[in-house]
């Protein structure tokens, strides 16, 4: 089963799934700290996209730009979620990490 909460910034959606998740004894994912760390990875491992993102550069990537996916691993310790990229965690460097 997935749940998925939709709402506006602030709104207290993170706070919403943990707490849900715990009660139903559920995998937590944030989602939002998993779209950082690709454009993380993408501006500042592999630069890929410049600094200042343009829908340009985006729509420039091909399917191949994107096979790095494979080597990011997310997990959820310690009541935290924490990003891995070929084995080194990343977490610290996307903001907002929750």
Do not use: W
Request: glycine letters at 4%.
């Amino acid at each position: 089963m997935i749940i998925t909460i939709d709402g506006p910034v602030a709104s207290g959606k993170s706070s919403v799934s943990k707490a849900l998740a715990k009660k139903l004894n559920f995998y937590y994912v944030c989602t939002g700290l998993l779209y950082r760390a690709v454009a993380y990875v993408l501006i500042t491992i592999l630069h890929k996209l410049p600094a200042t993102v343009t829908t340009e550069s985006v729509v420039a990537l091909t399917p191949v730009d994107l096979n790095f996916v494979t080597n990011l691993r997310y997990t959820y310790a310690d009541d935290k979620p924490h990003v891995f990229y070929e084995n080194q965690e990343i977490t610290e460097f996307l903001a907002a990490a929750s």
